[in-house]
């Protein structure tokens, strides 16, 4: 494996540690979430939104950041992601 693969995966690890988010479900949706070109940056910066996300709202981590990654894959940005959630938690 490449030296930038060993570190993204590391990145993912880590970032799956920092946010409590299972790792599993982490290295599911940055898959996905690379799959729709967006840098491991955004992707980092928006589980961690997930993650503020589920401490205002009704849903878990794990479920915001799987949700997330599908909504990707769907073509939605995370700014829409965001806002639905929002809305459907009230």
Do not use: P
């Amino acid at each position: 494996m490449s030296r930038t693969a060993d570190a993204q995966i590391e990145r993912v690890e880590r970032l799956a540690r920092e946010t409590g988010v299972d790792e599993d479900i982490v290295f599911n949706a940055y898959f996905s979430c690379m799959a729709c070109d967006e840098s491991i940056e955004d992707f980092d910066k928006h589980v961690r939104r997930c993650v503020e996300l589920a401490s205002q709202t009704k849903y878990t981590a794990d479920y915001l950041v799987q949700t997330y990654a599908e909504n990707m894959v769907d073509g939605n940005d995370f700014e829409h992601f965001e806002e639905v959630t929002k809305e459907e938690d009230w």
